[in-house]
């Protein structure tokens, strides 16, 4: 039981630590946002005409700025579509302190390096576009199981990972098939290497585009493709994949596009036949 002033002493320490926990949970704001675009725009060397440069001006008001979108609900930062900017340098951690984004589009620019762990801080995004870019070293790591609990709340939303045309090696994070919200996959024209995990459709109800053509990997198509059951594109040619191509893939009922070629199956023909009859 509770006495009058435990009761008191209980209330002033609640009132105290949501005060507390108010002030931490403001710590990130539209002022940080700002500040972390300002960080990556100093970051970039600036595109060929100059749009961002000029457009993106600290005395402007952060959500005017072009390919910025606010959520209005949050006043934070949204959506970041800078895609075709003709961008050049590379993404800074600081773009991890962007709590509310929920897309983000850099696709068709000239950004390199390693993308920063702190992109996993990124808890609602549901796109991530970084293809046709110069991006290199090992597809990262955020994807990785982390020890905390947060980490899986990111793979909780996201639905497109767009990865293409860098030059990302190793192999994919077997992680990265456990992210259940997925829809699109696209890990074409890098030099990934590695096979594939013989469970990779178990989590992946939703997975309708799985794009992974000229990289290097290698390895069977596990039979587990077959509960992959919303696929629609399933593009795997030129790599180094070899033996058998699973039968279960002729149970792929929504399956429209099926590329294979420039592999080293076996009996491919065969299989052909037998699942198209
Ligand atoms: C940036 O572009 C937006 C949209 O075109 C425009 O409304 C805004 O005034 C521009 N800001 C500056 C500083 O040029
Ligand atoms: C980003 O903008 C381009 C050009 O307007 C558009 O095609 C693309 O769909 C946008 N990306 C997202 C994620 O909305
Ligand atoms: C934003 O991120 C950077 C790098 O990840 C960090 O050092 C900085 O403290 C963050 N800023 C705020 C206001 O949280
Ligand atoms: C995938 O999720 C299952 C449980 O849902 C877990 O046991 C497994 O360790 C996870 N794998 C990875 C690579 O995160
Ligand atoms: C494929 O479909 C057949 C019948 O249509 C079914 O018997 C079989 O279990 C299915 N295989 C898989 C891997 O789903």
Redesign the pocket.
Known sequence: MMDRTNFLLFMSCSMIHLFISCLASNILNIATDQSALIVFKSQFEHDRSNVLARNWSSDTPICSWIGVTCSLRHQRVAAINVSNMDLSGIISPELGNLSFLVSLDMSGNKLHGDLPKELAKLKRLKFIGFSFNRFSGKIPSFFE?MPNLQQLQFHRRLNVLSLAGNKFTGAIP??I??VSTLEILEFSYNSLSGDLPANMCR?LPSLARFAVYSNQLYGQIPSTIGECSQLRTLALEFNQFNGPVPKQIGNLSMLVYLYLGGNDFKGILLNFFLFSI
């Open positions: 199981a077997v992680s098939f456990n989590n």
